[in-house]
């Protein structure tokens, strides 16, 4: 008795002790958000002036971060809300409305009226109900500055089979927040964990609510045992038999003024339904200890069901904070989750069925050979590393680490096939597996056990890159990843933060969603002023080393103008090599 009184007592001061600081948090948050509203209201106001649907062809989106990516329940197409840009000086929130026809690799916009205001880090569930039904929750709107934040608290459903926003005003919902997870489950909405941030503090929750879909209500769940710490961005599941799954997450803590310390959470629990799955239910939460090869911590990871029972999770990051900057190593792998089995184990690339038989019948070959000896074939590799460069627009070079993992088959090719694979590989042939780059934050959707990857971010230094590539994989075949759309360059803008001073006053209509006539006049001010900075030349007959040694100083102070003060020496030094060698062999293309 006397050790659960303990945990009781225990329990019930990190509950006031997490209420004081929700309230310190609200109020001054207030202030913050009041002023936001006035900037919401304006753009409303601007939506409220469609008074027609309108679905028209347009070419992908533009890059964006934190938008929903859902399956349509019932036709071949994905659907893209909202959204997030930044471009080193503005932030633009996006509440465009997408649609992605699978069998015909195109996109179209859908113009509705009255639709949720501008947002990102909002959450989105779809429903088979009355022809499809997408329900969204919450999300943030920032600033043009992306120094104050409004955190919404409303619950919208589309209408699919109508095309028609409805608000959905019912009492008794979560908080404002945002980096929170939502599922649909057994008709009902299920909503766990966020954060909620204004400009001086932050506070992250691990409350549960669920939404009635029959009887359009809200409650809050008291599930009985000790359940996971607060956090965002984590995994959730939703069991056939109506349980939940959470997996991991982040989190910080204020460890001193002007100090935060963030956690990336690599646990996992049951949240278990006592009962029918109905709103007087009991529910309980117990930790889970999975089998099998767990993900490596990290954050900014993506999740979707998939086949056979099964849930997983794409890419991410593992930040390494330093005394003064943060460093980031980006994944571009998957992890299976088998929900039966409570297992994790990392996908294996299988390689197309034609590489696999010329394989195999090239061993046979080898054996008959070897007059019928048996063959010692080399041990397996391990993970391959390829490093890709891409130039944008305004001259740097980002460079890019993929690695591949070995494939379950045999990797053995001799070294005049790989030359011949790295010739056609520019030309799409069979060769060198083409798979989305490493990043975090991507949106993912299944659809008919197909994987798509949509967009997300890396870095390079001080400078943020915004994907807007399109790729899939059978989840059946495991075979190879498609690229449905490459990443352009030409939509990369990134501004130092110095060049901003002067145009802090214009900044409000840079949270309007960015209108294509400022992206584009901002871009061509971008390249008339690269246009006219003129590289070294390459001298007549001069080799590429001697290029190096002569202007390797330039470079370096090119990168470190582009990736700023904080990048380390080495990473600055390679990305300055990979500038002047780009530049080297075309000199067109990055001048």
Same mark, same amino acid.
């Not at 969204?136 to 926003?165: C, M, R």
């Given at each position: 008795?006397?050790?659960?009184?303990?945990?009781? @007592?225990?329990?019930?001061?990190?509950?006031?002790?997490?209420?004081?600081?929700? #309230?310190?948090?609200?109020?001054?948050?207030?202030?913050?958000?009041?002023?936001?509203?006035?900037?919401?209201?304006?753009? *409303?106001? !601007?939506?409220?002036?469609?008074?027609?649907?309108?679905?028209?062809?347009?070419?992908?989106?533009?890059?964006?971060?934190?938008?929903?990516?859902?399956?349509?329940?019932?036709?071949?197409?994905?659907?893209?809300?909202?959204?997030?840009?930044?471009?080193?000086? #503005?932030?633009?929130?996006?509440?465009? !409305?997408?649609?992605?026809?699978?069998? /015909?690799?195109?996109?179209?916009?859908?113009?509705?009226?009255?639709?949720?205001?501008?947002?990102?880090?909002?959450?989105?569930?779809?429903?088979?109900?009355?022809?499809?039904?997408?329900?969204?929750?919450?999300?943030?709107?920032?600033?043009?500055?992306?120094?104050?934040?409004?955190?919404?608290?409303?619950?919208?459903?589309?209408?699919?089979?109508?095309?028609?926003?409805?608000?959905? @005003?019912?009492?008794?919902?979560? =908080?404002?927040?945002?980096?929170?997870?939502?599922?649909?489950?057994?008709?009902?909405?299920?909503?766990?964990?966020?954060?909620?941030?204004?400009?001086?503090?932050?506070?992250?929750?691990?409350?549960?609510?669920?939404?009635?879909?029959?009887?359009?209500?809200?409650?809050?769940?008291?599930?009985?045992?000790?359940?996971?710490?607060?956090?965002?961005?984590?995994?959730?599941?939703?069991?056939?038999?109506?349980?939940?799954?959470?997996?991991?997450?982040?989190?910080?803590?204020?460890?001193?003024?002007?100090?935060?310390?963030?956690?990336?959470?690599?646990?996992?629990?049951?949240?278990?339904?006592?009962?029918?799955? @109905?709103?007087?239910?009991?529910? =309980?939460?117990?930790?889970?200890?999975? =089998?099998?090869?767990?993900?490596?911590?990290?954050?900014?990871?993506?999740?979707?069901?998939? &086949?056979?029972?099964?849930?997983?999770?794409?890419?991410?990051?593992?930040?390494?904070?330093?005394?003064?900057?943060?460093?980031?190593?980006?994944?571009?792998?998957?992890?299976?989750?088998?929900?039966? @089995?409570?297992?994790?184990?990392?996908?294996?690339?299988?390689?197309?069925?034609?590489?696999?038989?010329?394989?195999?019948?090239?061993?046979?070959?080898?054996?008959?050979?070897?007059?019928?000896?048996?063959?010692?074939?080399?041990?397996?590799?391990?993970?391959?590393?390829?490093? /890709?460069?891409?130039?944008?627009? %305004?001259?740097?070079?980002?460079?890019?680490?993929?690695?591949?993992?070995?494939?379950?088959?045999?990797?053995?090719?001799?070294?005049?096939?790989?030359?011949?694979?790295?010739?056609?590989?520019?030309?799409?042939?069979?060769?060198? &597996?083409?798979?989305?780059?490493?990043?975090?934050?991507?949106?993912?959707?299944?659809?008919?056990?197909?994987?798509?990857?949509?967009?997300?971010?890396?870095? +390079?230094?001080?400078?943020? +890159?915004? !994907?807007? %590539?399109?790729?899939?994989?059978?989840?059946?075949?495991?075979?190879?990843?498609?690229?449905?759309?490459?990443?352009?360059?030409?939509?990369?803008?990134?501004?130092?933060?110095?060049?901003?001073?002067?145009?802090?006053?214009?900044?409000?209509?840079?949270?309007?969603?960015?209108?294509?006539?400022?992206?584009?006049?901002?871009?061509?001010?971008?390249?008339?002023?690269?246009?006219?900075?003129?590289?070294?030349?390459? *001298?007549?007959?001069?080799?590429?080393?001697?290029? !190096?040694?002569?202007?390797? *100083?330039?470079?370096?102070?090119?990168?470190?103008?582009?990736?700023? &003060?904080?990048?380390? %020496?080495?990473?600055?030094?390679?990305?300055?090599?990979?500038?002047?060698?780009?530049?080297?062999?075309? &000199?067109?293309?990055?001048?």
């Amino acid at each position: 008795m006397g050790k659960k009184g303990k945990r009781d @007592k225990k329990g019930k001061g990190a509950e006031k002790t997490l209420a004081k600081m929700e #309230k310190k948090v609200s109020r001054r948050a207030k202030k913050e958000e009041e002023d936001l509203e006035a900037l919401i209201a304006e753009f *409303q106001s !601007l939506d409220a002036k469609k008074t027609q649907v309108i679905e028209s062809s347009c070419p992908p989106p533009s890059p964006r971060l934190n938008c929903s990516f859902c399956a349509h329940p019932e036709r071949d197409e994905l659907i893209l809300f909202g959204g997030e840009y930044f471009n080193g000086q #503005k932030t633009y929130l996006y509440n465009e !409305l997408y649609i992605y026809n699978i069998r /015909k690799n195109s996109w179209a916009k859908l113009d509705i009226p009255n639709p949720p205001p501008r947002r990102c880090a909002h959450q989105a569930a779809v429903v088979p109900t009355a022809g499809g039904q997408l329900w969204i929750f919450g999300g943030e709107f920032a600033s043009p500055n992306g120094e104050q934040f409004y955190h919404y608290k409303d619950l919208w459903v589309l209408h699919l089979a109508t095309k028609t926003w409805e608000q959905i @005003k019912a009492p008794g919902g979560p =908080s404002g927040r945002s980096g929170h997870r939502m599922v649909a489950c057994k008709r009902q909405l299920i909503i766990f964990g966020g954060f909620h941030e204004s400009a001086r503090d932050f506070i992250y929750y691990n409350d549960v609510y669920t939404f009635n879909l029959d009887s359009f209500t809200w409650s809050k769940l008291a599930p009985a045992g000790m359940g996971p710490a607060p956090r965002s961005g984590c995994q959730m599941i939703p069991t056939p038999e109506g349980n939940i799954i959470i997996y991991g997450g982040y989190s910080k803590q204020r460890i001193k003024k002007d100090v935060d310390k963030g956690t990336l959470h690599t646990d996992m629990f049951l949240l278990k339904a006592e009962g029918t799955g @109905k709103e007087e239910d009991r529910w =309980s939460w117990s930790r889970l200890s999975p =089998s099998g090869v767990k993900p490596s911590p990290r954050s900014g990871f993506a999740v979707a069901a998939a &086949p056979n029972n099964r849930c997983l999770l794409f890419g991410g990051v593992q930040d390494e904070e330093e005394e003064e900057s943060i460093e980031g190593d980006f994944f571009n792998d998957i992890y299976f989750y088998d929900i039966g @089995k409570n297992r994790w184990f990392p996908a294996q690339l299988k390689g197309p069925k034609s590489e696999r038989r010329k394989r195999r019948r090239g061993r046979q070959a080898e054996a008959e050979a070897a007059g019928g000896e048996e063959l010692q074939l080399p041990p397996p590799q391990g993970p391959l590393e390829i490093v /890709k460069e891409v130039v944008a627009e %305004d001259g740097t070079v980002m460079t890019i680490k993929q690695v591949i993992p070995a494939a379950a088959e045999d990797k053995d090719r001799s070294g005049s096939e790989e030359e011949e694979e790295e010739e056609e590989e520019e030309g799409g042939a069979l060769g060198q &597996p083409v798979e989305p780059c490493p990043r975090s934050s991507a949106m993912v959707a299944v659809k008919h056990g197909v994987l798509y990857v949509y967009g997300g971010m890396f870095e +390079v230094g001080d400078r943020q +890159v915004t !994907l807007s %590539d399109l790729h899939s994989i059978d989840l059946h075949r495991m075979d190879q990843w498609k690229v449905l759309l490459e990443m352009d360059p030409k939509t990369q803008e990134w501004l130092e933060e110095s060049e901003s001073d002067e145009e802090e006053d214009g900044d409000v209509e840079g949270a309007e969603g960015g209108e294509e006539e400022e992206e584009e006049s901002s871009e061509e001010e971008s390249e008339d002023e690269e246009g006219e900075q003129q590289h070294p030349a390459v *001298q007549p007959g001069e080799a590429q080393a001697q290029y !190096l040694a002569r202007t390797e *100083q330039y470079w370096l102070g090119l990168a470190r103008s582009h990736m700023g &003060p904080e990048a380390k %020496d080495k990473k600055v030094l390679k990305v300055a090599h990979a500038m002047a060698k780009t530049f080297y062999e075309d &000199p067109i293309q990055t001048s």
